[in-house]
């Protein structure tokens, strides 16, 4: 993968969490925050989730990724995580946005919290009602 001298960074955003990724041509080292993937994102099914672009397009081992992330929870940063590494496999390797983009790898989540509501004690949730 030659990543571009302007912008070698990719970025995904979900929810409240944003992921700056970085990958280079190596054995597969990974490394989210300084550690380890399970250990960051602590359960399988997040990181399973976060890396699941590098298995669709059978290029497990050959990035090295380094991977800063910051805000929200873990959820919404291993979505973050995984729309960024589809964007940065993508611009690396053109022959590769079409998997990516039929396993809806290189599409951002638009699902946010709702805000509340003035009046209301939440976003959907109502007080009590009182007839009398």
Not at 115 to 125: F, I, L, N, T, V
């Amino acid at each position: 993968m030659t990543t571009a001298t302007t912008n070698p960074t990719r970025t995904g955003r979900r929810k409240e969490a944003v992921a700056r990724v970085r990958l280079t041509a190596g054995p597969g080292k990974l490394t989210v925050n300084g550690r380890t993937p399970l250990e960051y994102l602590k359960r399988e099914t997040l990181v399973s989730t976060a890396l699941r672009a590098f298995a669709v397009t059978n290029t497990v081992g050959k990035f090295n990724l380094d991977a800063t992330l910051q805000g929200g929870g873990l959820s919404g940063q291993a979505g973050a995580l995984r729309l960024a590494i589809g964007r940065a496999l993508a611009r690396g390797d053109e022959s590769l946005r079409a998997i990516l983009g039929r396993e809806g790898l290189l599409t951002r989540d638009p699902r946010m919290k709702e805000r509340k509501k003035y009046g209301q004690p939440g976003a959907r949730k109502r007080f009590q009602f009182s007839k009398r």
